[in-house]
């Protein structure tokens, strides 16, 4: 069995226009107020390149390509750990006035049916 | 005997496909502010998976690679506990103001690592073909400059460097400079294809192509104004993830073309909404010397500045009915948001209805207002942006101006000759009454005299912004029980 992935010519392009597509659709919902954590957790997301990092530390055969590969998997490491931290921190802070309605509403039903168990 | 030499492939590739699907389900679930706490945690899991399953490319490695394995899997876990640890420690630490340079540093670090897997293919002479080699460099030549123009857009932000710099003829010498790597790129391609070296060997020419590449990043970035930060901000995130989707199709790794084309399209996305809030387009932020030509005459505009003490603007606030806030960049750099929010909450105990509005670009990155506000605790249904407020400011009593200038300068609106004309403003100026809290009688980013601070309506509170709530906090609380 091989599971090898072979991604040339078309096959890319077809993934590059779906991806950024998908992109731009996910990312135009997005209300302004979020765009900062947005724009850190997208910084999130491209940390990926870690992996890419260690494919080529991994394959390294001399001493340069071990220092660049080195060099990339601390950088990508950095951007994905930092990433994660302030993209977080920054969206455990907001906050709405109200208890959100629609889970006090279920908490209300389940009390109810909570009562009617018992009676 | 069963071999398992298909299994390592196999888990990769899922743990790929995962990751890819939870980028994208993450960062969906973002789009609100209800469900975007857990759309980090989300993405976060498709990272630790893609990065566990990354291991076992040990099994499959480079049969020349093999006798480095042991050092290079230990070098693996060094550089992952380092990069990862520091930065993690940094981004729990770093204050809420400075989150713009701490994106721009995360930013380069992501474009760095991008250029690093470029240069491991070119030295290591792994790409062959010339689709191969093309893209290989162009995702070099973008993350290096990603790398190079995110450290001093970080330079600048940290205050490190101050002053753009500008010089005659700059836009000229940049391009030299990217014309040079694209011809470095060329040479490159050429030998690599001809199987030829041209008057050096391949390796030299690579150092040179990187070395303009960054030179490319600081060069295009020196000139830019910290106002214009949010729009930078953003390219350098769209070219970060644009040179990984790129090093993917390299590798042949489809989670990394995903995740980095999905990055570049809403950093694309996010750049063109900043530009578009400046109402100047991208080239125009990035190639031209905004803010030099704008010297304006000061005489043109009838009036004076009328200061007020702090308190006495307090006292009126707490007596009107509505109150706009219009936080800027002051406002950070004060580090003033738990004082505007303690000021507000009193406010709003004496039945005074407060509303905070947004300028798409305030601050230094798009949304930095709205974090800061979230931090002091201000719930986000009290945070309005531009299109949602502005209209509200003719019914309002009092608009508080606090840090902020061109984002409220009716020339956006009226004044042709205006350098900002055009540009979207929140209305302050149709509020009955106007308080601005500016540190001195300087003049905004773009060194435009601001009509809104001589009219009849608006009055200064000068000061550093913290000074003044505080000062605007006791003068509230001074009224004691006579005033409830």
């Known amino acids: ?119 | 005997m069963i071999t398992l030499t298909w299994l390592p492939s196999l888990v990769i590739g899922l743990a790929d496909i995962c990751a890819a699907f939870l980028f994208m389900y993450g960062l969906q679930r973002m789009s609100s502010p209800a469900t975007a706490a857990s759309g980090i945690k989300v993405a976060g899991i498709g990272m630790v998976a893609a990065v566990l399953a990354s291991f076992l490319y040990v099994f499959s490695v480079d049969p020349a690679a093999k006798p480095l394995l042991p050092i290079n899997i230990v070098l693996a876990l060094v550089a992952l506990a380092i990069g990862g640890g520091l930065a993690w420690l940094a981004g729990r630490r770093v204050a809420m103001t400075a989150m713009p340079q701490m994106v721009a540093i995360y930013n380069g670090m992501g474009g760095g690592a991008a250029g690093g897997i470029a240069a491991a293919e070119l030295f290591g002479s792994r790409a062959h073909g010339a689709t191969a080699l093309v893209v290989t460099l162009l995702g070099g030549l973008i993350g290096a400059v990603s790398l190079s123009g995110s450290l001093i857009a970080w330079a600048k932000l940290q205050g490190v460097i101050n002053k753009p710099l500008r010089f005659k003829g700059q836009q000229v010498v940049n391009a030299l400079i990217m014309a040079a790597a694209v011809v470095v790129a060329g040479v490159i391609v050429y030998g690599g294809l001809a199987g030829a070296a041209l008057l050096w060997v391949p390796s030299t020419w690579i150092c040179i192509f990187f070395a303009f590449a960054l030179l490319f990043g600081v060069a295009m970035t020196l000139p830019i104004g910290g106002a214009d930060m949010p729009v930078v901000i953003s390219i350098y995130n769209a070219f970060t993830g644009l040179a990984v989707g790129l090093e993917g199709f390299v590798l042949q790794n489809p989670a990394l073309m995903i995740a980095g084309m999905v990055v570049g399209a809403a950093g694309l996305l996010l750049t063109l909404l900043m530009a578009k809030a400046m109402n100047r387009s991208v080239s125009n932020v990035v190639f031209t010397n905004f803010g030099e030509a704008a010297k304006s005459k000061p005489g043109a505009i009838k009036g004076e500045e009328k200061p007020v003490q702090a308190a006495d603007a307090a006292i009126k606030m707490r007596y009107a009915s509505s109150v706009i806030i219009i936080p800027g960049y002051g406002l950070a750099a004060a580090q003033a948001q738990q004082k505007l929010y303690e000021f507000v909450k009193l406010l709003q105990a004496a039945g005074v209805v407060v509303r905070f509005a947004i300028h798409p670009v305030a601050g230094r990155m798009p949304g930095q207002m709205d974090v800061l506000l979230a931090e002091a605790g201000v719930p986000y249904d009290m945070i309005f942006q531009l299109d949602d407020i502005n209209d509200d400011f003719a019914d309002t009593d009092v608009a508080l101006v606090i840090g902020a200038n061109d984002v409220v300068n009716p020339a956006a609106r009226t004044d042709k000759s205006s350098p900002i004309f055009g540009m979207p403003i929140l209305n302050a100026d149709k509020a009955k009454q106007v308080y601005v809290i500016k540190r001195g009688q300087g003049k905004g980013y773009a060194g435009i005299v601001n009509a809104l601070f001589y009219g009849d309506n608006c009055n200064m509170v000068y000061g550093d912004a913290k000074g003044v709530l505080s000062a605007m906090i006791e003068g509230v609380k001074g009224l004691g029980s006579a005033a409830a």
Do not use: C
């Not at chain 1, 597509?21 to 990926?48: D, K, Y």
């Not at chain 1, 530390?57 to 950095?78: C, P, W």
């Not at chain 1, 959100?100 to 908490?107: F, L, V």
């Open chain 1, 1 to 119: 069995m091989n599971f090898e992935i072979a991604l040339t010519g078309f096959a890319a392009l077809y993934i590059f226009m779906l991806a950024a597509f998908a992109g731009w659709v996910i990312i135009g919902r997005v209300p302004a107020i979020l765009h900062t954590p947005l724009m850190s957790g997208s910084n999130f997301v491209h940390g990926i390149v870690v992996v890419g990092g260690l494919f080529t530390l991994l394959n390294a055969r001399d001493v340069l390509e071990q220092s660049i590969g080195f060099f990339a998997v601390l950088l990508g490491a950095g951007n994905v750990a930092g990433g994660y931290a302030v993209t977080s921190r920054m969206l455990a802070m907001f906050k709405t006035s109200a208890p959100a309605p629609a889970p006090a509403h279920r908490a209300h039903h389940r009390s109810k049916a909570h009562h009617a168990k018992k009676a």
